[in-house]
């Protein structure tokens, strides 16, 4: 089905929403969300998501019916329907790549642009600005919708003061605009005229004549249903009595098992899937996984349908779907499957989603992170200018924590495997929770300590971080590096937690005290033992080794050990059970998180 | 029925594109060729491309509109309204780019350009000297005014304007009077209805993108009555077209008479061919007049107008009448008896009263003629010339404080509404914080007529800013309160008063009308309705009834099957200012007979008075003498305009013509 639509939308005629911006719509307050062809808008529950693409899909034209008055922001719980809503978007021109371009296509002129609505920059590129307004009445109890051209698009600091020019039209008639909420169903659809796939099949086109056969078919198997059931014979003589009472029933009363009318049949259109086995079951029958999904398939099928109608009358045609949560109801590897169907489907998508496997799919540079300063939400993109290399490393680590790091709360950084198998074990002592249930992801950057692609994702998603690092001189650098790079060199209390004497994180623990427990993890690294006496030896052999020697052993075997000291040392009593660096990076995590959700 | 087009006609819509210069004499069918042309464009030619066709009035855009109706989306697909509307709705959309960040607001009163042109020489020594020199308040208004006349003209000539601009102009005072006037529009956020043709033509002069929007917009430009442009509207429409090339103008160079406006024909028959390359279409073949209006018109402009192929033989007489009331009742004779015959040729059915008009050069030539068909109880109305205005003071009062509203950092309202409200001297408006509160805080100091009125005008204004939807309503409040005032009071005065803001409060509820009939509801704003009324895009459309009074300019494009043309005497038609400019000013008077001839179908009856009375002194007449136009006709028709010669004739042709 994608081919078909990408067939028929020609390149050159591409433009694109290529920026939004929101004041005072539920927890919009101000944001500028700058989009893509494809667009991933992630972030915990309730950060605005949802809230974005309802504004988004009021402004490209849905009427006002559905506006409340929670829909105005307010910093306390109480209304505020005196602030005004200002959603303004922008159409730009772009080429097959996405790149953005001076002019706008003559289709578009010849269709929905023509006439004085196409603004012009100080470069002489072309955009088209339009802002919507709502205010609410209180005396009339009602909302006034208003929409603007702008003539200019200003820097966003002063977004809101964009000067306004003549009215918009309420929407262009060839940019249509979608909105798939997290509940659709087909099942539910397909009762829903308003819905795709109800829309899909009001237009459903038999020509007359062959209504006409169908219609006279659908007569005789009435004939034939009725004569061959005794019941709905009896019925229809029984019925007919009505004539002789009633005159104005004229011919009698029929009895239609089926619908006379074509029309009526589509009404009751049923889907039915079969499975290898002979049996056909209902589209009811199934779950919501499936029905989800196949509500998905019918926008496809309603947009490329409107794409054909437009391209058949040499007309352009922008779809743009605003969905939430492609991943409802689907298995891990469906949600990938999905997300990359809809990658194809042009247009352009704005997809919520809070599902890691989908998230880490996209192309980093188009995901948008949502997150609530107070009652505010707060809009970061991913760094664009991150080097290809620097870039691939970011994403391969979301991939390797399928996307947790764009879904948390606090992020540790660090170089070795060592602490990546040893840190979330402390933090499940601490928490007494796992550290995904808290949103706190513990991230290995390499060896060779490259922290700032990750420290620079992290700070333009407003994610706070803090880095773990071993002291030895080597690493000290790649730390002092990485901080003097965002200008946090030299400042008081840097997001570092930095084990003292140039110790590696071994060295910190044998200096700490924690020989025994790590002795204890050593020998559960020779499990499992010929017999007790043969433990009883390796023990005793390993308890006389010199602290050199244990340093030297756990030098060699690292990640294999650490996961036994980390056990080890979280099952000692009381305050030892957490080594005190670890503690401190453990408690300035709870203050950052804390600092962030008052 | 409109019969078939002639091949001729043909021609021109059906022309491939590129530019066109189509000279089409009167009755030749101009508006029906554009409408064709446009409809062919549109169906045919490319079924996606837009046009963009641009009139002089809103009356001929909507005539056109109307005749173009049935073609689907014609809203989306085709432009069609005057120039100063286009421009204004191009400010709108691309001022910014020449600083305009919000939609000045458009002075259009000549009492507001006069206060601000009178600031400027008072604040200003060395032009303060040059006022001096006239004694009295009267004479100093009548320079003032000569002078923004000056601005005006300046205004119309690109290269003028921008000398001026550059400050290349070798009369110092009228530089520095032109730069203060220019500074202190700017500084009240106004501009004058001449700015915005020139604003125009400077976004589109300075940015060639946004000539170019409108160019990737519409693939076709028309120009109705293009022997009317002038430099800056040409120079407009030159910009727009200039990518396109399909540029049609359509024009009669002899009915160009707005020469003293600054316009030419010459724009379209010289620069625009030579600009465009534009080939020439000539249309003279006549679908619209008599025989006998034909050789009237050939009289003054010979072989203007093809003769031939005409059907319609019509009727010429001319009269010389003792005095105004005798020729008022010489007109007032020939209605009558043309309404009491059951047919006249050209005519379906009986004649009525709305197939005669009665023109003349100025609209006080009219009174006589007014009196005698009251007396004869011919209904009549005077087809108004684009403006309208309010008449009643409170109406006026109602007028600034909407004006104030769309645009309060204008002092000069402010100013005048203190001076209409009789405010003491002492008093300050203090629009800091809010202009309905400075309003409020005035009400004690009003003297009594006002302080009556204030209030409820105060109340309108109040929910008009919240809502400018409640004007209709509005309106209805103000006039039962009125009306309850005016039933309390004796002084007839005060009556006199009342009875026109009563009628003000009704003109303002039809402009109000028009105006939610062209303006969405979530586009209405106080500015905007303000604007369209400066614009004239509201004026009430004169569907007035019976017998039509006009001046020659306000019949433009219009046609009557009988029509008389009054007060043909030296120093009325030619005017006598313009005898004393002679050459192209006397040119265009001639234009000015020949509009009015041509505006006859079928009959055409020419007159003029002996003697006439000045309204200084109803004692004695003062001789006329007849307009030279007048003895043109006469000589090369080969008439004659005795009374008795010219009856004998009527008589004669009504005999001849065939009558049931």
Redesign the interface.
């Known amino acids: 089905m994608s081919t078909t639509i990408e067939s028929v939308i020609l390149p050159q005629h591409s433009i694109l929403i290529d920026q939004v911006r929101v004041a005072n719509f539920r927890s919009l307050q101000n944001v500028e969300v700058p989009l893509e062809q494809t667009t991933l808008l992630v972030g915990m529950n309730n950060a605005g998501k949802t809230s974005f693409l309802r504004a988004l899909h009021l402004a490209l034209g849905q009427d006002r019916r559905n506006l409340s008055p929670d829909d105005f922001h307010s910093a306390d719980s109480r209304q505020n329907t005196e602030n005004e809503i200002l959603i303004d978007y922008r159409i730009v021109p772009i080429d097959q790549n996405g790149d953005r371009q001076a002019d706008f296509a003559q289709i578009w002129y010849d269709s929905d642009f023509g006439g004085d609505i196409v603004a012009t920059d100080a470069q002489d590129w072309e955009f088209i600005a339009v802002r919507t307004r709502i205010t609410f009445d209180a005396v009339k109890n009602d909302y006034e919708l208003k929409r603007l051209l702008l003539s200019d698009w200003p820097d966003v600091k002063q977004w809101q003061d964009a000067p306004e020019r003549g009215r918009a039209p309420r929407r262009f008639e060839q940019m249509a605009s979608f909105f798939m909420d997290a509940q659709r169903d087909l099942v539910a659809d397909l009762r829903d005229r308003s819905s795709y796939i109800g829309k899909l099949l009001s237009k459903i086109d038999i020509s007359k004549e062959d209504i006409e056969a169908l219609e006279a078919q659908l007569q005789n198997l009435n004939t034939d249903i009725v004569a061959k059931s005794e019941v709905l014979s009896h019925m229809r003589e029984a019925l007919g009595a009505l004539g002789e009472t009633v005159p104005s029933f004229g011919d009698g009363v029929e009895v239609t098992p089926v619908s006379k009318k074509v029309r009526d049949i589509t009404k009751g259109l049923g889907v039915q899937f079969t499975d290898s086995s002979e049996s056909s079951f209902p589209l009811d029958a199934q779950g919501m996984g499936t029905r989800s999904w196949a509500s998905l398939l019918t926008y496809q099928a309603y947009v490329s349908w409107l794409a054909r109608q437009a391209s058949s009358n040499d007309k352009p045609f922008h779809p743009i779907l605003s969905l939430e949560e492609p991943e409802a109801h689907l298995h891990p590897n469906a949600q990938r499957a999905v997300f990359q169907q809809l990658a194809k489907t042009p247009g352009q998508k704005i997809i919520s989603t809070h599902s890691p496997y989908v998230a880490g799919h996209a192309d980093l540079t188009a995901i948008r992170h949502f997150h609530k300063n107070g009652a505010a939400t707060v809009v970061k993109s991913l760094p664009q200018d991150l080097a290809p290399e620097d870039k691939r490393k970011v994403h391969r680590e979301v991939m390797h924590t399928r996307g947790e790091l764009l879904f948390s709360r606090a992020v540790v950084l660090f170089e070795g495997e060592t602490e990546e198998q040893a840190l979330p074990i402390f933090a499940h002592r601490h928490w007494q929770q796992f550290p995904f249930e808290k949103g706190v992801t513990f991230v290995g950057v390499g060896g060779d300590g490259k922290y700032l692609p990750f420290i620079r994702t992290l700070n333009a998603m407003g994610t706070p971080w803090l880095i773990f690092s071993d002291g030895e001189p080597e690493a000290q650098k790649c730390v002092n590096a990485a901080l003097s790079a965002i200008g946090l060199a030299g400042v008081k209390d840097p997001p570092v937690i930095m084990l003292p004497n140039n110790a590696s994180i071994e060295e910190y623990l044998m200096n700490a005290g924690y020989r025994d427990a790590i002795l204890t993890a050593i020998i559960e690294l020779y499990r499992p033992f010929k017999g007790t006496q043969h433990e009883a030896a390796k023990s005793a052999e390993i308890k006389a080794w010199t602290d050199e020697k244990v340093l030297e052993f756990m030098g060699g075997h690292k990640t294999a050990l650490s996961p036994h000291w980390a056990h080890a040392i979280s099952k000692l009593e009381g305050e030892r059970s957490i080594p005190t660096m670890i503690r401190e990076l453990l408690n300035r995590i709870d203050s950052a998180i804390d600092r962030q959700h008052p | 029925m409109q019969p078939a087009l002639s091949s001729k006609q043909k021609e021109v819509v059906e022309a491939p594109d590129g530019p066109y210069l189509v000279v089409a004499s009167a009755g030749s069918g101009k508006t029906r060729i554009l409408t064709a042309r446009i409809r062919h464009l549109l169906l045919e030619c490319n079924i996606?491309?837009?046009v963009l066709a641009l009139t002089f009035t809103n009356k001929a855009a909507a005539e056109m509109k109307e005749r173009l109706a049935d073609i689907p989306e014609l809203g989306?697909?085709a432009?069609i309204g005057t120039i100063h509307g286009f421009c204004q709705?191009?400010l709108?959309?691309?001022?910014?780019?020449i600083g305009f960040?919000?939609?000045p607001a458009i002075l259009e009163r000549d009492n507001d350009r006069i206060a601000i042109l009178e600031e400027v020489f008072q604040n200003n020594p060395e032009l303060n000297q040059q006022l001096e020199h006239y004694p009295t308040a009267s004479k100093k208004r009548g320079y003032l005014y000569q002078m923004l006349q000056k601005i005006s003209s300046w205004k119309r000539e690109w290269d003028v304007y921008a000398a001026l601009k550059e400050g290349d102009w070798n009369k110092r005072y009228e530089l520095i009077m032109f730069r203060d006037y220019e500074e202190r529009l700017a500084l009240q956020g106004a501009i004058e209805f001449d700015d915005i043709l020139l604003l125009a033509y400077r976004i589109l002069s300075e940015?060639p993108?946004?000539a170019k929007?409108?160019q990737?917009?519409?693939r076709y430009f028309c120009v109705d009555e293009a022997q009317d442009l002038n430099a800056v509207q040409y120079g407009i429409i030159r910009l727009l077209a200039d990518g396109s090339k399909n540029l049609l103008m359509v024009g009669d160079p002899y009915q160009a008479i707005y020469g003293f406006n600054g316009s030419s024909s010459r724009y379209m028959t010289e620069c625009f061919v030579a600009d465009f390359a534009a080939s020439r279409f000539e249309l003279r073949e006549n679908f619209r007049s008599s025989k006998a209006v034909i050789v009237a018109a050939n009289a003054l402009y010979s072989k203007s107008i093809s003769e031939e192929n005409i059907v319609l033989s019509g009727a010429l007489d001319v009269a010389a009448c003792v005095d105004e009331a005798e020729e008022a009742e010489w007109i007032a004779d020939h209605i009558q008896a043309l309404l009491e015959r059951s047919e006249v040729e050209g005519i379906d059915g009986p004649p009525e009263l709305h197939h005669f008009a009665v023109l003349a050069r100025n609209r006080f030539i009219f009174d006589s003629l007014e009196q005698e068909l009251t007396k004869r109880q011919f209904n009549y109305h005077v087809r108004q010339p684009a403006g309208g205005g309010l008449e009643s003071d409170w109406g006026r009062v109602f007028d600034l404080g909407l004006r104030i509203l769309g645009n309060p950092e204008n002092s000069l309202y402010l100013r005048e509404l203190h001076k209409r409200l009789e405010l003491p001297a002492t008093f300050q408006f203090d629009c800091a914080h809010s202009v309905l509160n400075a309003f409020e805080d005035c009400i004690s100091k009003l003297p009594q007529k006002w302080a009556g009125l204030l209030p409820g005008l105060l109340s309108a204004w109040s929910e008009l800013e919240a809502?400018i939807n409640r004007f209709r309503r509005i309106m209805d409040e103000l006039e039962e309160s009125l009306s309850a005032i005016a039933r309390t009071t004796d002084d007839e005065a005060q009556k006199q008063e009342f009875a026109r803001a009563l009628g003000d409060i009704g003109l303002l509820r039809q402009l109000w009308q028009n105006y939610t009939r062209e303006v969405?509801a979530?586009?209405r704003s106080i500015n905007h309705f303000r604007n369209q009324l400066a614009m004239g895009a509201l004026n009430p459309q004169t569907n007035g009834e019976g017998i039509t009074l006009a001046t020659i300019h306000a019949v433009k494009g219009l046609e009557y099957d009988v029509v008389f043309v009054m007060g043909l005497v030296e120093g009325v038609l030619p005017d006598y200012r313009s005898i004393r400019a002679g050459r192209d000013a006397l040119a265009e008077e001639k234009n000015d007979a020949f509009v009015a001839i041509t505006r006859s179908k079928r009959y055409l009856y020419l007159s003029w008075p002996r003697q006439r009375f000045m309204p200084w002194d109803k004692e004695n007449p003062a001789t006329q003498q007849r307009s030279r136009f007048l003895d043109e006709i006469i000589e090369r028709v080969g008439i004659s305009d005795t009374p008795a010669a010219a009856v004998a004739e009527e008589q004669k042709n009504l005999k001849h013509q065939p009558h049931g």
């Open positions: 996606r491309s837009r989306e697909r432009y709705s191009l709108e959309a691309y001022g910014n780019l960040t919000q939609a940015r993108k946004v929007i409108y990737r917009s519409y809502d969405s979530e586009s």
